[in-house]
Nanobody, 119 residues
Framework: QVRLVESGGGLVQPGGSLRLSCAAS????????MGWYLQAPGKQRELVAS???????NYAGSVKGRFTISGDNAKTTVYLQMNAVKPEDTAVYYC?????????????WGQGTQVTVSS
C-alpha cells in the first residue's frame, strides 16, 4: 500500500555530482523520517543520511560536507545531492521511510538505485 520510488542513479566521474530522488506514495498518514542507505558489493547496508519531518539531518562521517539531504514541503519526497563523489561511493543506494500507514508505524524501502563512480 506504500511505495517508495527512487530515481537519479547512474554513472558519474570522480569529483562529479549526482542527485537522487525518492518519493513516497500510497496510504501514507505521516512521515517521521526519510533517508538513504547504501550497500556496496559484499558489505552490509549502512546509513548515508537521514532527515526527520522536523528537518533534522544526520550524515555518515564519510559523506559529511559532500552530500546534502533535503525534503519537500509535503514531507513525502527526499533528495540526496551528492557532490565531489569518490569511487568508494559506488554502491546501490536504497531510500527508506519511517512512516505511518493505516495507523501502523513501519519502515519502508525503495527498490534501490545503482550509483557508480568511475572514470
Amino acid at each position: 500500500q506504500v511505495r517508495l520510488v527512487e530515481s537519479g542513479g547512474g554513472l558519474v566521474q570522480p569529483g562529479g555530482s549526482l542527485r537522487l530522488s525518492c518519493a513516497a506514495s500510497g496510504r501514507v498518514s505521516g512521515v517521521v523520517a526519510m533517508g538513504w542507505y547504501l550497500q556496496a558489493p559484499g558489505k552490509q547496508r549502512e546509513l548515508v543520511a537521514s532527515i526527520t519531518s522536523g528537518g533534522n539531518t544526520n550524515y555518515a562521517g564519510s559523506v559529511k560536507g559532500r552530500f546534502t539531504i533535503s525534503g519537500d514541503n509535503a514531507k513525502t519526497t527526499v533528495y540526496l545531492q551528492m557532490n565531489a563523489v569518490k569511487p568508494e561511493d559506488t554502491a546501490v543506494y536504497y531510500c527508506f521511510a519511517d512512516l505511518v500507514s493505516d495507523w501502523l508505524m513501519g519502515k519502508y524501502w525503495g527498490q534501490g538505485t545503482q550509483v557508480t563512480v568511475s572514470s
